[in-house]
């Protein structure tokens, strides 16, 4: 263990400006399409929900875009965050493979998600808005922007799907600390949670349906923007600080990269510590494999259709061609509660389409196995999503073992799991179980897809 072990960036080093992978793509991903006429839709028709600054980020294809300087001077609270060589893990294993994991959880929410929110409350901010609405599963995104909220003055509603609302209180606390208010979705509040309730009174709730509420307020109140924690250009784009800066510390390092893995929900992200690397494969430089982890009981990419779809259940939203399991699929209710989407980013969609990036994907109780594997040799506890992107990494180590080959594998560690105990808990006791997808359910979400001219 004579080899360093941290890489610590100067704050003088921090990334000046996002990394725009749609400068780079070779074919440009499908437009994104009104649902009402089925055309694609322009920058007014996304004005109610997002100031003019992010649509123009979402469709925008300059390589560099500018971190506002006020942004950045927020992100030095934790970044540039730490990229630490797993030096215990690899002798675990008995691999020859370089393992190197990117630390998002140094964060005050403990995730990547401030990474974004801080910029996005910041636009909002400029923009004279005052209120901001959305939704959160687990709460990393709710507790994320709420952070960002206070910071700049603006009043944060989080509609927080009711199975973890109910089970996860410490996090909505977390938001209430940050001054936001939390409401369970659905709820009645809105005609989405209405309707939804009224079917079914105990509804548990799930992302799409939060998403529906959150919008919903946006467009009928002209003082509330919404906002996205995943999924969107823009915010993929407020990513890809965590690949560049562990570029440079690669650079520290000595070492680049053969393989690059991260878990994927929405695919924010995923796309963060793999977009700038892609971008310079795309620019003529080194081929890398990249690694997309996801669920076995959500897995979009290795078992959705790549199709239009809508990004939530009531249809408020535009439709975007993704890989998607279904706007209505409810998946079963696993641990990893920011990976429980039906779809997938456009633009990570794309690149799988393009074969630009491999997807895999893992039972609960395997990717535990590796977490709880991963933080008794290097510390950190990760948070249930991260633990896939552990489990990935562990098998890509394995794997050079097997092949007797030291290839270096970078991962991106993308929160804590210190608000996810319950988890870790029942995973002890034996009470995690390998649920599997309803594939009726499955096939059924699938046949509501909407037709598309073509
Ligand atoms: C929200 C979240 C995810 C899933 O979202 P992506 O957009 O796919 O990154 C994964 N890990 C953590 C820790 C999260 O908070």
């Known amino acids: 263990m004579s080899s360093p072990t941290k890489?610590?960036?100067?704050?003088?080093?921090m990334p000046k400006h996002w990394y725009n992978i749609a400068a780079d793509l070779p074919v440009p991903p499908a437009p994104v399409l009104h649902p009402g006429t089925m055309q694609p839709v322009g920058p007014?028709?996304?004005?109610?929900?997002?100031?003019m600054e992010l649509i123009l980020q979402e469709v925008s294809t300059e390589r560099e875009i500018p971190i506002p300087e006020p942004v950045r001077e927020v992100f030095k609270l934790w970044r540039p965050s730490p990229l630490v060589r797993a030096h215990r893990l690899e002798k675990i294993l008995g691999t020859p493979a370089k393992i190197y994991y990117k630390y998002e959880g140094v964060s005050p929410a403990g995730s990547h998600k401030p990474n974004t929110a801080v910029p996005q409350a910041w636009y909002n901010a400029q923009a004279g808005i005052k209120k901001l609405s959305t939704e959160t599963g687990a709460g990393q995104w709710g507790s994320?922007?709420?952070f960002a909220g206070s910071l700049f003055g603006l009043q944060v509603r989080v509609f927080q799907v009711r199975v973890s609302y109910d089970q996860k209180p410490y996090r909505r606390a977390l938001m209430e600390t940050y001054g936001a208010t939390?409401?369970?979705s659905p709820s009645n509040e809105?005609?989405?949670?209405?309707?939804?309730?009224?079917q079914r009174p105990d509804h548990p709730g799930s992302l799409g349906i939060a998403i529906s509420e959150a919008v919903e307020i946006a467009a009928t109140n002209d003082d509330t923007k919404y906002a996205l924690g995943s999924v969107l250009n823009h915010v993929l784009l407020h990513q890809t600080i965590v690949g560049q800066e562990a570029?440079?510390?690669?650079?520290m390092a000595g070492d680049d990269p053969d393989v690059i893995v991260g878990c994927t929900g929405g695919g924010s992200n995923f796309a963060g510590i793999s977009f700038p690397f892609i971008g310079q494969q795309l620019r003529g430089g080194k081929k890398r494999r990249i690694v997309a982890v996801e669920p076995a009981a959500c897995p979009s990419l290795t078992r959705g259709k790549f199709a239009y779809d809508f990004g939530d259940t009531a249809h408020l939203t535009p439709l975007t061609k993704m890989h998607t399991l279904g706007s209505t699929f409810t998946p079963p209710g696993f641990h990893a509660g920011g990976l429980r989407y039906h779809g997938m980013a456009p633009l990570v969609s794309h690149l799988k389409e393009l074969n630009l990036i491999e997807a895999t994907a893992y039972h609960q109780t395997a990717c535990f196995e590796a977490g709880v594997m991963f933080a008794r040799a290097e510390g950190i506890v990760p948070a249930p999503?991260?633990?896939h992107a552990v489990k990935g990494a562990i098998v890509e180590a394995l794997r050079c073992k097997a092949e007797g080959r030291s290839e270096v594998i970078l991962f991106n560690l993308c929160g804590h799991g210190h608000f996810?105990?319950?988890a870790y808990q029942n995973y002890f006791a034996g009470k995690l179980s390998d649920q599997s997808y309803d594939e009726a359910e499955l096939a059924m979400a699938l046949s509501g897809l909407p037709s598309v001219p073509a």
């Open 7 to 13: 890489f610590v960036l100067d704050e003088s080093k």
């Open 44 to 51: 007014d028709d996304l004005a109610p929900l997002f100031p």
């Open 144 to 146: 994320s922007l709420a």
């Open 182 to 184: 939390c409401v369970a």
């Open 190 to 198: 809105t005609n989405s949670g209405r309707a939804i309730l009224a």
């Open 247 to 251: 570029m440079l510390q690669l650079e």
């Open 385 to 387: 999503e991260a633990n």
């Open 420 to 422: 996810d105990m319950t």
